[in-house]
């Protein structure tokens, strides 16, 4: 058992019993105050732990991190240490901050240092993200699909219970939750029998995902089995990769998505630790076609963690429209790894691969409007009486998520962005 998940565990930092980030979560992130440059945080109920701040006090002498590891606008560095590292950091953390430890909670003046509260903090993108996959590991949201787009007794393509479907997506345009962003414009194929039209998309869509970061890889040419890919996986966060359906619809024959899904993806700002969920872990779907032996996973490697989406349009309350769950996954992120350096594809500090929407089996709990509306024929109803086929103009979307049970909660946070108008 890694001891920093212990349940028993509590610390001298008050948390509340609602809050995502007890003792045993400790997430990473960058965050920066009116006096406090760009720095890696971990979050302890309404606090953020200033490691800049612990190091140059010496709480971390016996590790291998540097003062710039901590001194950085992005995880990357801490990242790059690799896994033992990592998990030394967590549990040296864990270690500081239980309520039997008097090390830096009997030092008042060091901990006026190192304890920012996060709503005097703004948090920033955490991690320097070079490049991004998403699959398509969802056999619900793949099931809608294709139950809607081409014929419902053949709704899955051959491939689809083979391999974890994946596409190479855009990482320059992933930001931080509280960032906004312009619906995005491209061309439109409304009509059958007229020419395409450009301009903004009608159909904008959220789509619920989770996401994970790595390691470094191995080298070219190598590739990581599904047992080894837990070492090869720093930490999961929130992910809403936004879709402009209207323009995907027209676009993405032969080669896929393109400026659909180009414009922005809205990540968490708080990156947990695997670690973190290793109490969380359970069995996934039974895959009832027999996988090819490099994606045979052993043990239970999907994770029950709660999720929702909200919708809250301007100067009004939000809505809960979707309750899923990460467990739902057919594929799990141990197989997506594995085929994705299958061909000798080497992954890099930072790399993030993320779920593809997560749906499941009942309606509430589809992971995007797409399905919830189904194409816009049953458009839900807001608490403020309006009705949402799609995402309009000025609403913001919501994701939550965490991980329970009935002792310890690991959570997120939030990832929330508004949808502002077309330039």
């Known amino acids: 058992m890694i001891a920093a998940n212990n349940s028993a565990l509590q610390s001298w930092v008050e948390v509340k019993p609602e809050s995502d980030f007890p003792i045993q979560n400790l ?8 006096n406090l440059t760009p720095r890696v945080g971990v979050a302890i109920g309404e606090y953020i732990i200033d490691l800049k701040s612990l190091h140059v006090l010496g709480y971390f002498s016996n590790l291998s991190f540097t003062l710039s590891d901590f001194d950085s606008v992005y995880l990357n560095p801490i990242i790059q240490r690799g896994k033992t590292a990592t998990r030394e950091l967590r549990e040296r953390l864990s270690a500081l901050l239980q ?3 008097k090390e830096l909670q009997g030092k008042e003046h060091h901990v006026n240092q190192c304890l920012i509260k996060q709503n005097k903090a703004k948090m920033l993108l955490p991690v320097d993200i070079r490049d991004y996959t998403d699959f398509y590991s969802s056999i619900e949201h793949a099931t809608n699909v294709g139950t809607m787009f081409r014929d419902p007794n053949n709704a899955l393509l051959p491939n689809w219970k083979h391999l974890p479907v994946g596409y190479h997506g855009r990482a320059s345009s ?21 020419p395409p039209v450009f301009g903004p998309s009608k159909l904008l869509d959220f789509e619920l995902e989770m996401a994970f970061i790595t390691y470094p890889g191995k080298e070219l040419g190598e590739s990581i089995s599904t047992d080894e890919a837990d070492d090869f996986i720093f930490g999961l966060c929130l992910f809403n990769d936004w879709s402009a359906r ?24 708080w990156v947990v630790p695997l670690d973190a969920f290793e109490p969380f872990r359970i069995d996934g779907p039974k895959q009832d076609v027999e996988v090819l032996p490099y994606l045979k996973s052993n043990g239970a490697k999907n994770i029950d963690i709660k999720l929702e989406v909200a919708i809250q349009p301007e100067n009004s309350k939000e809505s809960v429209v979707c309750n899923s769950n990460f467990k739902y996954m057919y594929w799990n992120m141990n197989q997506q790894l594995a085929h994705h350096t299958a061909n000798g594809c080497n992954i890099s500090t930072g ?38 086929k799609f995402i309009n103009d000025l609403d913001t979307v919501i994701m939550r998520g965490h991980a329970t049970n009935g002792s310890t909660r690991i959570g997120f946070g939030e990832v929330k962005s508004k949808v502002l108008p077309a330039k």
């Open 246 to 269: 209207d323009i995907q619809k027209w676009e993405y024959v032969p080669l896929g998505p393109f400026l659909a899904k180009s414009f922005a993806s809205s990540m968490s700002p």
């Open 27 to 34: 997430p990473f992130g960058i965050f920066k105050t009116e």
């Open 351 to 388: 790399d993030m691969l993320a779920s593809g929407t997560i749906s499941g089996p009942t309606p509430d709990s589809y992971g995007s409007m797409l399905e919830l509306s189904w194409r816009g024929s049953k458009p839900l109803k807001l608490n403020d009486g309006s009705e949402r």
């Open 174 to 194: 992933i930001i931080v939750s509280g960032q906004n962003f312009h619906r995005p414009k491209g061309q439109q194929k409304p009509n059958e029998t007229e």
């Open 99 to 101: 309520d039997s430890n």
